[in-house]
């Protein structure tokens, strides 16, 4: 969505604008179906929601009602019968993006119950099903609980798990509905559509961009040594310490401002030569003095520590993407307007 504004709109405000033009009446209807965490963060952003002109809550709202006739279609005739409505109303590529949106929320009404679990009743519950039933309701979890599982895996199913949600394409709710009803009668609410599509390279990536460094590297060794063209395509789909590089400068100095110096020190121990010139070169030369004596006085660091102040620093990047504040290109379509 794009308003008339240069002012960023964060989703969380987009969701607060639209409770506002609906009125107090409706709102306190909506209001019932929230859960109490989502009710008290939606409370906080209309009452911090600043003046939004006419244009922003037009772009707003017109946005809403494209999720919610994407959403009917979808319920109504299935996946693909709404993507050919929504390109025949919007075009292709709006089609795939509201699609997109959709498909991620969908994915939150599945395995609900799991979603919220302690990660090790998760892996409890899962670690002797199938590979193929783990990767299927790994799809379901957010990308860092099912990191955390598929790190606690034996390292030959691991890899398995990753390469199958990888390569996943679409799931029959009968399926879904089976393999819910074996973990959980508590869960009784399946998705109504014929074909939904989950796992898949870019949730794999995901997945892969929250995991630690040393079952990255374990998994992208085996899974090369099996697929290597799959590694490859999730590879670059993600986001990892040594693609510092092609960020621009810009992005560069805006993660260095929030990233802990401690973490700085500890994660240059163990980067190339690439990565270390292009931080000190958005750094101030008292900046690059400090960091090079904290470098040259840290003795006795454990690849482990080196290996997660990295992937802290991986997390503040991608944290900061995710907020509009600096932009990941690994070329192909992401193309950057100036």
Known sequence: MATTSNRKVTYPQKAAAVIVALGSDTASKIYKYLREDEVEQLTYEVAQLSHLSADETGDILDDFYQLCLTQKVVTDGGMEYARNVLEKAYGAQMATNLLDRITKSMRTKAFEFLRNADYKNLLATIQNEHPQTIALILSYTRADQAATVIADLPAEKRVDVVQRIATMDRTSPNIIKI??????????????????????????????????????????????????????????????????????????????????????VYAMKGANKDVTDVIFSNMSSRSVETVKSDLEYTHNVRLRDVEEAQQRIVGVIRRLESEGELVISKGGKDEIIE
């Not at 508590?186 to 898949?200: A, E, H, P, R, Y």
């Not at 892969?208 to 899974?223: H, Q, W």
């Not at 670059?236 to 700085?264: C, G, H």
Request: net charge negative.
């Open 179 to 264: 393999v819910e009803n074996n973990l959980s009668d508590k869960f009784s609410n399946v998705l109504s559509v014929d074909f939904t599509q989950f796992g898949g390279v870019d949730y794999a990536a995901d997945v892969m961009n929250n995991i630690d460094r040393g079952s990255e590297k374990e998994i992208f060794d085996e899974l090369s040594r099996r697929n290597a063209k799959l590694s490859e395509e999730i590879r670059q789909k993600m986001f990892v310490f040594e693609d510092i590089p092609i960020l621009d400068d810009m992005s560069i100095q805006r993660f260095l401002r929030e990233v802990d110096s401690k973490d700085l």
